[in-house]
């Protein structure tokens, strides 16, 4: 059996993840905390890390079992094939989420630097810092053609 990935409709990856688990199928959504502002207050809130997204483990012949759950819209596909994600990623993700990293102190943040992650799911990746804020800088990650969000 392998991970691979599927997109569903917005906001319902974790009703998803809940109705694949009613029918015996594994499934994962990295959910993470969140503070929220309304006008009236702050509020603590879970939302999943990759909207839109759950991991699914399921054999290639049960791969149309997962449209039987409301809010499923496809399988993503990369180079015609559904895309598949190592079980090294998936456990690089749970590690990421329960925390269970180690804290990095970077210093000397400058627009244009080239920055290399050394913990976490990007661990070993470099990338051109290309924003810097108070509590988070931005990094554009050339070889995964991807730009990241890193909290300080």
Known sequence: MIWLVIYTKPQQEK????????IGIESYCPIVSETRQWSDRKKKIE???????????ISAKD???????????RFLFWLGKPAE???????SLRTYITGSYQSVKVEDLRLGNTHTINYGPFKDQ?????????????IFLEQM????TILL
């Open 85 to 91: 994600v190592k079980d090294s990623e998936i456990e």
């Open 126 to 138: 470099s990338g051109e810092i290309v924003r810097v804020g108070s509590k988070k800088i931005t």
């Open 145 to 148: 053609r991807a730009i990241i």
């Open 63 to 73: 791969r149309n079992r997962v449209f039987e759950i409301p809010g499923v819209m």
């Open 15 to 22: 009703k998803v993840v809940l109705g694949l688990m009613k």
């Open 47 to 57: 939302v999943p890390l990759i909207k839109s997204y759950v991991f699914v483990k």
